[in-house]
């Protein structure tokens, strides 16, 4: 019969054995990063990945945390490689790591996650106040109504504020770039990245219609586990003034985005509007009274927007770029018809989010392809007050 002292010294054993067990299994889930060229072809059907080489190198220089360890396949049949998990910083560190490593800590990016069953859109008043306007609710009903198991908040500015406070309440440059943004439209815009960083699903503006359920945008055959950011294209003027119009020749809209949380695209472009704002306003130039260092287009606006996803697609951390024959440019998205695939991002032809506008190729709102319809209310609302520069930009705007 056993005493209590030794019966007392074997569960004490057991369970320095059960917790020694436990220390040795790591807690972290790894990563799986696509390997392929960014570069794009015909369609999503022969946008295919690339064939990794067994053994080869993608982390990128300094990142010794991140050091490729073994190829495997994912179930769709494409190649994928193997991060080892980067080491966890202690919570006390991390304020003092630059903006973005700050950012991927706080809003990790899980690539073959699911997409958030959100949608996100921004309007100075709610649609269950009195003051919304009657011509909106046609358009904010048809969210809901093609996404009846999706979660549909429509964020008041009042709102706003306080949710990216609570959001980004341990990122205080984030907060301090929006709190010092002087116009509407600026923290309209810059609301969309930091939602959609932070919480994912869909952005979209208030005075856009859904046409066709989220869940259809992207062909079944394109499983959900090997992209995460899903955009459109604005524009594709094929004309020699172009620029007279546009920021960029070829465009990518900002009205509606999907996406999975913590994408490196949002990442970036969350990071680079709170440099330049934080910048400015050191250096005086961030004032609704002053003349600003950038426009609305070019400061949150389509135009960063556009540079930040093609910088996305031309990054060598993301990307093996060997198998490539050049930087990804407009030449690979102009008149495209259907959707293309480029690494972890769906790009969708300018009738999916744009049908009915009479030019650039685009389709009506009948077409297979037309998703989202954008009625353009703000921009008429900026072309009346002579801020044309701002145009594009400016239409305010679970899981499956």
């Given at each position: 019969?056993?005493?209590?002292?030794?019966?007392?010294?074997?569960?004490?054993?057991?369970?320095?054995?059960?917790?020694?067990?436990?220390?040795?299994?790591?807690?972290?889930?790894?990563?799986?990063?696509?390997?392929?060229?960014?570069?794009?072809?015909?369609?999503?059907?022969?946008?295919?990945?690339?064939?990794?080489?067994?053994?080869?190198?993608?982390?990128?220089?300094?990142?010794?945390?991140?050091?490729?360890?073994v190829l495997k396949t994912a179930e769709s049949g494409e190649k994928?490689?193997?991060?080892?998990?980067?080491?966890?910083?202690?919570?006390?560190?991390?304020?003092?790591?630059?903006?973005?490593?700050?950012?991927?800590?706080?809003?990790?990016?899980?690539?073959?996650?699911?997409?958030?069953?959100?949608?996100?859109?921004?309007?100075?008043?709610?649609?269950?106040?009195?003051?919304?306007?009657?011509?909106?609710?046609?358009?904010?009903?048809?969210?809901?109504?093609?996404?009846?198991?999706?979660?549909?908040?429509?964020?008041?500015?009042?709102?706003?504020?306080?949710l990216i406070r609570h959001l980004y309440a341990s990122v205080p440059?984030?907060?301090?770039?929006?709190?010092?943004?002087?116009?509407?439209?600026?923290?309209?815009?810059?609301?969309?990245?930091?939602?959609?960083?932070?919480?994912?699903?869909?952005?979209?503006?208030?005075?856009?219609?859904?046409?066709?359920?989220?869940?259809?945008?992207?062909?079944?055959?394109?499983?959900?586990?090997?992209?995460?950011?899903?955009?459109?294209?604005?524009?594709?003027?094929?004309?020699?003034?172009?620029?007279?119009?546009?920021?960029r020749r070829i465009q990518f809209c900002q009205w509606t985005i999907?996406?999975?949380?913590?994408?490196?695209?949002?990442?970036?472009?969350?990071?680079?509007?709170?440099?330049?704002?934080?910048?400015?306003?050191?250096?005086?130039?961030?004032?609704?009274?002053?003349?600003?260092?950038?426009?609305?287009?070019?400061?949150?606006?389509?135009?960063?927007?556009?540079?930040?996803?093609?910088?996305?697609?031309?990054?060598?951390?993301?990307?093996?770029?060997?198998?490539?024959?050049?930087?990804?440019?407009?030449?690979?998205?102009?008149?495209?018809?259907?959707?293309?695939?480029?690494?972890?991002?769906?790009?969708?032809?300018?009738?999916?989010?744009?049908?009915?506008?009479?030019?650039?190729?685009?389709?009506?709102?009948?077409?297979?392809?037309?998703?989202?319809?954008?009625?353009?209310?703000?921009?008429?609302?900026?072309?009346?007050?002579?801020?044309?520069?701002?145009?594009?930009?400016?239409?305010?705007?679970?899981?499956?």
């Open positions: 019969m056993l005493s209590f002292k030794r019966a007392l010294l074997i569960a004490g054993s057991l369970l320095a054995f059960f917790l020694f067990l436990r220390s040795t299994h790591s807690g972290n889930k790894p990563v799986w990063r696509p390997r392929n060229s960014p570069k794009p072809t015909g369609s999503y059907t022969d946008n295919q990945l690339n064939t990794a080489q067994d053994g080869s190198d993608s982390s990128s220089p300094g990142d010794a945390a991140a050091k490729t360890a994928f490689v193997y991060k080892k998990p980067k080491m966890q910083v202690i919570m006390g560190d991390v304020t003092v790591k630059p903006l973005r490593e700050q950012l991927a800590y706080q809003f990790p990016y899980d690539p073959e996650g699911k997409f958030p069953a959100y949608i996100w859109q921004t309007w100075k008043h709610s649609p269950s106040s009195g003051e919304f306007a009657d011509n909106l609710r046609p358009a904010e009903a048809s969210w809901t109504e093609l996404h009846p198991h999706f979660t549909h908040e429509v964020i008041t500015d009042n709102v706003a504020v306080h440059a984030v907060l301090e770039a929006y709190s010092a943004l002087p116009l509407p439209v600026l923290k309209a815009d810059f609301f969309r990245y930091l939602i959609l960083l932070a919480r994912g699903g869909i952005y979209s503006d208030i005075d856009t219609t859904a046409l066709k359920c989220a869940v259809d945008w992207v062909p079944a055959e394109v499983p959900r586990s090997t992209y995460g950011l899903v955009i459109g294209i604005e524009a594709d003027p094929d004309r020699p003034d172009w620029h007279d119009w546009y920021a999907q996406a999975k949380p913590g994408h490196p695209v949002l990442r970036e472009i969350v990071a680079k509007i709170t440099e330049d704002a934080l910048a400015m306003r050191r250096a005086g130039r961030l004032s609704a009274n002053d003349d600003p260092d950038k426009t609305v287009m070019e400061f949150t606006g389509p135009g960063v927007w556009t540079d930040t996803v093609f910088n996305y697609f031309n990054d060598d951390e993301y990307f093996d770029l060997s198998t490539g024959s050049g930087n990804i440019s407009w030449e690979q998205f102009t008149g495209i018809r259907q959707a293309k695939k480029v690494g972890d991002v769906v790009v969708l032809p300018i009738t999916s989010f744009s049908p009915g506008i009479g030019t650039m190729g685009a389709g009506e709102d009948d077409d297979p392809m037309a998703f989202v319809k954008h009625a353009f209310e703000g921009a008429l609302t900026l072309f009346a007050l002579g801020l044309r520069d701002s145009v594009p930009s400016t239409s305010l705007s679970v899981f499956w």
